[in-house]
């Protein structure tokens, strides 16, 4: 398997790529700063913000990496399926990749103009900046991010049911090594 993608798999670098986001995200989403604002900007949680923002920020890097990538990348054909289904996959897809920017977003411009600096990996602050609306945004931040865990969820659930129930090559072309099931071969 090589760098570029094939019309039946993903290549190595977006494979990489989307499976450290993965962890990431679940890492982000894990480590994520609830209640108050006394709480959440706690000395006492300043270890735990600052790990959970440059998580996010490294989601935010990847998903520039990645779809300048996928530019230049071939990606996979859809295998066969109904219509209706590679609608659905193509809408979970792109609303993925709409929350992995609206996410960090919504928490950089939410925190920073709710007169909190947000440190980039701990080396230097930006902001913070004055704005009634920051407090709002760094709210929807926290729906969002539950929210992406669903999608992601439901996302996850729908290529294992491909995979085993569907027998086709949706979740192997994702998975390196992984046998593509409608025909037997890995890679
Ligand atoms: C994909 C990346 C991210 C995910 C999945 C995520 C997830 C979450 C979730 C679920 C909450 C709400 C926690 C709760 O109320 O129980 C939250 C809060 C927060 N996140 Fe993120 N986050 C991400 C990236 C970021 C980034 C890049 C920053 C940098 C500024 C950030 C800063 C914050 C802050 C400051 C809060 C507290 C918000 C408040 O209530 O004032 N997050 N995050
Ligand atoms: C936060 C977690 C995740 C996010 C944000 C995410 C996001 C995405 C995105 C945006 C794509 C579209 C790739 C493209 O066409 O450019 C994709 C493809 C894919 N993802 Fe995920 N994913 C996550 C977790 C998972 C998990 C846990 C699994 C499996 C158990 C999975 C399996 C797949 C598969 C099989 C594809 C290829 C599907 C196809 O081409 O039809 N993903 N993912």
Redesign the pocket.
């Known amino acids: 398997m090589s760098l570029s993608g094939s019309t039946t798999r993903?290549g190595r670098l977006?494979q990489a790529l989307?499976w450290l986001?993965?962890l990431l995200?679940?890492a982000a989403f894990l480590v994520s700063a609830g209640g108050p604002p006394e709480r959440v900007y706690s000395t006492a949680r300043a270890s735990t913000l600052l790990l959970h923002e440059s998580l996010g920020f490294s989601v935010l890097c990847l998903l520039v990496i990645?779809l300048v990538w996928?530019l230049f990348d071939r990606?996979?054909d859809?295998p066969a399926m109904p219509g209706w289904m590679e609608l659905a996959?193509k809408a979970t897809?792109?609303a993925?990749?709409a929350?992995?920017f609206a996410v960090p977003a919504t928490a950089i411009i939410g925190a920073l103009f709710d007169g909190h600096p947000v440190t980039i990996y701990g080396l230097g602050a930006i902001g913070p900046f004055s704005g009634a609306w920051g407090a709002p945004l760094a709210e929807i931040h926290g729906t969002l991010g539950d929210i992406?865990?669903w999608l992601?969820g439901l996302?996850?659930a729908a290529?294992?049911f491909?995979h085993v129930f569907l027998r086709d090559r949706?979740?192997s072309?994702?998975?390196p090594g992984l046998p593509d099931p409608s025909s037997g071969q890995g890679g």
């Open positions: 993903f977006a989307h986001t993965a995200v679940l990645r996928r990606i996979p859809a996959s897809h792109w993925l990749y929350l992995l992406i865990m992601a996302h996850a290529a294992i491909h949706v979740l072309q994702m998975v």
